[in-house]
């Protein structure tokens, strides 16, 4: 079973809205587990201070590395840490993938300006990005990148197959989908969808795919 936790100053966010839907009912099912640690518990005066000013100047304060160092030893268990960054490295799909097939992650979520470098040398943290831009906090970053791993979990969605043709697992963005009714607004489904021809289908389905990814993500084509 794979088990989250989550290590914030707000844990009463969670969990948010991955205690809907798919990855809610696979909550209440007992497929995965969530567990927060409110940071603030590990302070060491009675304001439940977690942050400092930044050597050296500059904007903003920064987490304590002995306050959430306390916090990740009386809690860490197994697995992998990460801490959700702008400067991390970007969330890919793969990246869920290798994510998902852990019993354990333990996630950070930082505020204010960041966490003391410090923190993440001493217990080999990993830095994940969910894209070029910048959060209030981690705790959204967190929640978006274990809906992307909860739902690859065996049992999670049902059928394994629907994951094999979305954006990213074949390295290219995902074909256009069609449903009824075939003619709206003037707009017809196209004729080859409904033809029955499986081999041509997959076909045009693949050149679709090619041609968004080509046209939205050209730097994806060098990798598919």
């Known amino acids: 079973m794979f088990k989250a936790k989550i290590l914030t100053i707000f844990p009463e966010v969670f969990p948010g809205f991955l205690g809907y839907s798919l990855t809610g009912r696979a909550l209440k099912d ?3 587990t969530l567990e927060t640690v ?7 005066d009675k304001h439940g201070s977690v942050d400092d000013t930044p050597c050296g100047g500059g904007a903003g304060m920064i ?3 002995d306050v959430l160092g306390s916090a990740i030893e009386h809690n860490y268990q197994s697995g992998k840490i990460v801490y959700m960054s702008p400067k991390g490295r970007p969330l890919t799909q793969a990246k869920a993938h290798e994510l998902s097939k852990l019993e354990e992650l333990t996630v950070i979520c930082g505020r204010f300006e960041g966490i003391d470098e410090r923190v993440l040398e001493e217990y080999d943290v990993e830095e994940i990005s969910i894209g070029d831009y910048v959060l209030t906090g981690g705790e959204q970053a967190a929640m978006i990148m274990l809906d992307a791993v909860v739902r690859l979990l065996p049992g999670v969605l049902g059928n394994a197959a629907s994951t094999e043709n979305e954006s990213f697992e074949t390295g290219l963005l995902e074909y256009p989908q069609y449903t009824r009714p075939i003619e709206w607004k003037g707009r017809k489904v196209p ?3 409904l033809s029955g021809h499986h081999e041509n289908i997959a076909k045009w389905q693949r050149e679709q795919a090619l041609q968004i990814t080509k046209q939205r993500r050209p730097d994806l084509l060098k990798k598919a």
């Open 30 to 32: 007992g497929l995965w």
């Open 38 to 44: 409110n940071i603030r518990d590990y302070a060491f």
């Open 63 to 65: 987490m304590r590395p």
């Open 191 to 193: 004729d080859i969808l």
